[in-house]
């Protein structure tokens, strides 16, 4: 059983840069896709980014194109997102996750079988 635990988030101007991380423990996840969702208030979790296991494949949501990253550190079980050129309306409750089943597409949540605790993000106009 894989646990992840999350860390950085925070409150951010707008135009502000947010680090989040996401550290695996339990057994490896270098074999698996991970992901970012996030859950504003009030909406559905929405899918962010994800990354193949080995790191040469990346996908992004529209929204987040050409602002956010996604890397990983296999070495350090460790998954990230970089958060630059923030927006008011990339505030939410941002999730890590690990993939489950290779059944759904990567943007799909049930692709994933095991999720952080989430952390809030916060941006102010």
């Known amino acids: 059983q894989v646990q992840l635990v999350q860390s950085g988030g925070g409150l951010v101007q707008a135009g502000g840069s947010l680090r989040l991380s996401c550290a695996a423990s339990?057994?490896?996840?270098?074999?698996?896709?991970m992901g970012w969702f996030r859950q504003a208030p009030g909406k559905e979790r929405e899918f962010v980014a994800a990354?193949?296991?080995?790191?040469?494949?990346?996908d992004y949501t529209d929204s987040v194109k050409g602002r956010f990253t996604i890397s990983r550190e296999n070495a350090k079980n460790t998954v990230y997102l970089q958060m630059n050129s923030l927006k008011p309306e990339d505030t939410a409750v941002y999730y890590c996750?690990?993939?489950?089943?290779?059944?759904?597409?990567?943007?799909?949540?049930?692709?994933?079988?095991?999720w952080g605790q989430g952390t809030q993000v916060t941006v102010s106009s």
């Open positions: 996750a690990g993939q489950g089943s290779s059944y759904y597409s990567n943007d799909d949540p049930r692709s994933y079988g095991y």
């Open positions: 339990g057994r490896t996840f270098s074999g698996d896709t």
């Open positions: 990354i193949k296991w080995n790191g040469r494949r990346t």
